[in-house]
């Protein structure tokens, strides 16, 4: 298929490369240069424009830092066109960025008015997952745009689930990066207190994995560095999902809770915990190094 990508940062980058892999016609378009031409490289046609990117698109998939990103992408700003004026057809359209429901439900709105079937599609599995292509997608839209897009997304996915109309995805998506910051906080927290009592990181860590302690964070993505080889702590939290997307996912999380009156507090301890470590100047670091919050003072 003819496919658009635009975004290509730590996650759309490799998400782009396995559409090209699976046999797909990808363009591809962002704000840094050395991006686009690393996906040149590896068989995508690079555009000056997220528009010339789009030109001919059967599919456009968009991944972006923010919602503000998406609405300026498909809605444009005052004297300047979004994509969805300047598209010369009907594509599909997928959006894998984590936004708001609200924002997802708006842009969802603006492609309907103009007879587009707009899907919300954020991911889980890390920037490893994105690599991989074993991703989870949680889509919200139609079931006809969901059928429409599963063989695509099955190119970048593992796991590829329905979550519900428009902005569902978006919902699901916030709900388990809240449980997964609060497992994160948890499991640095645990860490730091077995070692300041003596226990060895690895070793605390393989107890608790195999006991009833054990969970995503602890099994998969240790945040202590040289516990687990391969993991962003053991390469001093370099890459991966950044300490501000976290902080930003919580806060979006904040606002849900707020819009529908539900109780979130271990989501807001984890937010507060989020957002000082990113104040402390880790914001460009792995969301695994708030280990480094409990650790403040000591020698590494």
């Given amino acids: ?7 290509l940062g730590n996650m759309g980058a490799p998400m782009a490369a396995n559409l090209v892999k699976a046999g797909h016609e990808v363009s591809v378009f ?8 690393s996906l040149e490289r590896a068989g995508a046609h690079a555009c000056a424009s ?42 599909l359209i997928i959006d894998a960025s984590t936004i708001s429901p609200e924002d997802a439900r708006f842009v969802g709105d603006a492609a309907a008015e103009r007879g587009l079937t707009y899907l919300d599609a954020p991911v ?77 990181p690895a070793v605390l860590s393989e107890i608790m994995k195999q006991s009833s302690g054990g969970n995503w964070a602890l099994n998969v993505y240790n945040p202590w560095p040289g516990v687990m080889e391969g993991s962003a702590a ?25 819009d529908s009156k539900a109780a979130v507090p271990m989501g807001s301890q984890a937010r ?15 969301f695994s190094s708030i280990q480094k919050l409990y650790r403040a003072g000591e020698e590494e």
């Fill in 1 to 7: 298929m003819k496919i658009a990508f635009i975004g």
């Fill in 30 to 37: 962002d704000l840094v240069d050395a991006a686009m031409k």
């Fill in 50 to 91: 997220a528009q010339s990117a789009a030109n001919g698109a059967e599919i456009v998939i968009s991944m972006l830092p923010a919602g503000q990103h998406v609405r300026r992408l498909y809605l444009g700003r005052e004297n300047s066109p979004g994509l969805f004026e300047a598209l010369d057809g009907k594509p």
């Fill in 124 to 200: 889980s599995g890390g920037v490893g997952g994105a690599q991989a292509g074993t991703l989870t997608f949680i889509v919200g839209g139609t079931e006809s745009g969901f059928e429409q897009a599963r063989p695509v997304l099955e190119g970048m996915g593992k796991n590829i689930f329905h979550a519900g109309e428009i902005g569902a995805g978006q919902v699901a998506k916030i709900c388990n990066n809240m449980l997964l910051g609060i497992l994160m906080s948890g499991t640095a927290e645990a860490l730091a207190l077995g070692v300041k009592n003596g226990l060895d």
């Fill in 234 to 258: 053991s390469r001093d939290y370099q890459g991966g999902f950044l300490t501000d997307l976290m902080a930003k996912d919580l806060g979006l999380a904040w606002e849900l809770a707020l």
């Fill in 272 to 286: 507060n915990l989020f957002a000082l470590h990113s104040a402390q100047g880790h914001g460009g670091k792995d």
